[in-house]
């Protein structure tokens, strides 16, 4: 019995799967993207190691590499499983498993999850409020979309992450540059655009599991800040999880879960829902993931309910025991969290804070650059300079050490003009 897992970017180091198997029995096999290990600046571990064997595959995204090597793999080992905890490895994951034969997501359950038109059609069907969108195939039908909504309007690839591909036009002007530079019939998004009305109001993410059909976990956070404004926002990137006694809390996760059922994910899956809580004091879905949220949120959830989401993600599908935090009856955080950004911004590096924060609060601490590092403008959402967790008894309490965290890293960041 093998596990197949796919890895598409981000650190092995970090995505300890060898822990998270390391009581199944049978081969396991990797296949990873070469460019993004690079990125990393990390190597394959060494055969029988960690797995049984370790690929690592150029043009990852872009060749049919990986689809050719995994079933060749299929015919020298009894792949049982395929694991994939990366967003853009959902789809080809699901579809070697139909080819496969295997269990786990297939292609009809990721489909509503990856694409935001059929997504939203879903949900709104099941009565959850959504912006007004039109998909894109022509400069004119965004025009038209402008003079019946006005701006601000969002434009962006309905099957992207991270917010890549994202613009927010606020004015004919932008309109005008977008249109000229941006707006590309034969570019790598076209025509798969959709342009959305802008909601006002602050962005809350729900984060949980499900398993066996069932949601066993589940809490909001509020994000602090502007997500598209990762290339311009140089100050604190706050995103704090809710007070329990908060009746908004309450409010998301039941919409969440009306998103979720609307979605029909699968049997196992860790969800990560994006929604805008506007000045009027209604709810909109922004958009839902059947994966684990980026930057720390897997460690936020991690403070607050004492489990790794993608380990139980990973090790339901498998069958194997999940951590004892993770029951029948829906567990409530046992504390609270609050996670703090900065994002790269120009200048070269000439000192770093040295060593780990004096804080015992501080759950999560990465620094990702060193001294005669040369920042640009952070080139995508998770284009990191710094990213930290905390935990707390409240909210109120999670803000307070985010900023004095802040302060001490900053008083020990030199940069020089580039």
């Known amino acids: 019995m093998t596990v197949l ?3 598409h970017r981000g650190s092995l180091d970090g995505t300890p799967y060898g822990e998270w198997l390391a009581d199944y029995d049978g081969d396991k096999l990797l296949i990873a993207s070469r460019d993004h290990l690079a990125l990393v600046a990390e190597q394959l571990p060494p055969d029988g190691e960690v797995f049984t064997r370790s690929f690592a595959v150029d043009g990852y995204e872009t060749s049919g590499e990986l689809e050719e090597l995994a079933l060749r793999l299929a015919e020298e080992y009894d792949i049982r499983y395929v694991i994939a905890c990366q967003e853009l490895d959902l789809q080809r994951a699901a579809q070697l498993r139909e080819i496969l034969g295997l269990p786990g997501q297939r292609t009809d359950t990721v489909r509503p999850f990856r694409d935001k038109v059929v997504m939203k059609q879903q949900v709104a069907a099941a009565g959850v409020p959504v912006a007004p969108y039109r998909t894109l195939e022509s400069a004119t039908e965004l025009l038209g979309f402008v003079a019946e909504h006005g701006y601000p309007v969002v434009v962006k690839p309905r099957d992207s992450a991270g917010s890549v591909g994202l613009h927010i036009l606020h004015s004919e002007q932008e309109l005008d540059a977008y249109l000229a530079e941006g707006f590309d019939l034969y570019g790598p998004y076209q025509p798969n655009l ?3 009305a802008f ?3 602050s962005m ?3 984060d949980g599991l499900v398993v066996d059909g ?8 509020q994000y602090q800040y502007t997500l598209a404004s990762y290339a311009t926002d140089t100050g604190p990137r706050l995103d704090l999880t809710l007070d329990l006694d908060d009746p908004l809390a309450h409010r998301l996760i039941e919409f969440t879960e009306r998103s979720l059922d609307a979605l029909g994910g699968p049997q196992e899956y860790a969800f990560h829902a994006e929604v805008f809580h506007t000045p009027e004091d209604e709810l909109v879905l922004c958009e839902v993931a059947c994966r684990t949220g980026g930057a720390l949120i897997r460690d936020i959830v991690r403070t607050m309910f004492d ?4 380990a139980a ?3 339901a599908q498998l069958g194997l025991p999940l951590p004892e935090s993770v029951g029948a009856e829906r567990a409530l955080p046992r504390q609270m969290s609050g996670q703090l950004v900065l994002m790269k911004r120009p200048g070269r590096v000439l000192a770093v804070p040295e060593g780990e924060p004096p804080f015992p609060w501080v759950t999560k601490y990465q620094v990702f650059v060193s001294p005669g590092t040369v920042m640009r403008t952070a080139g995508f959402s998770a284009d990191f300079l710094l990213t930290a967790l905390v935990c707390g008894d409240d909210q109120a309490q999670c803000r307070e ?11 020990g960041l030199e940069l020089a003009e580039v």
């Open 199 to 201: 909601v006002p109001g």
């Open 313 to 315: 993600w990973v090790r």
């Open 194 to 196: 959709i342009v959305e």
């Open 5 to 7: 897992v796919l890895h």
């Open 401 to 411: 050490r985010l900023a004095e965290l802040e302060e001490w890293f900053l008083a």
């Open 204 to 206: 809350c993410h729900v």
């Open 214 to 221: 069932k949601v066993v976990a589940a809490w909001p956070s």
């Open 307 to 310: 489990f790794d989401p993608s």
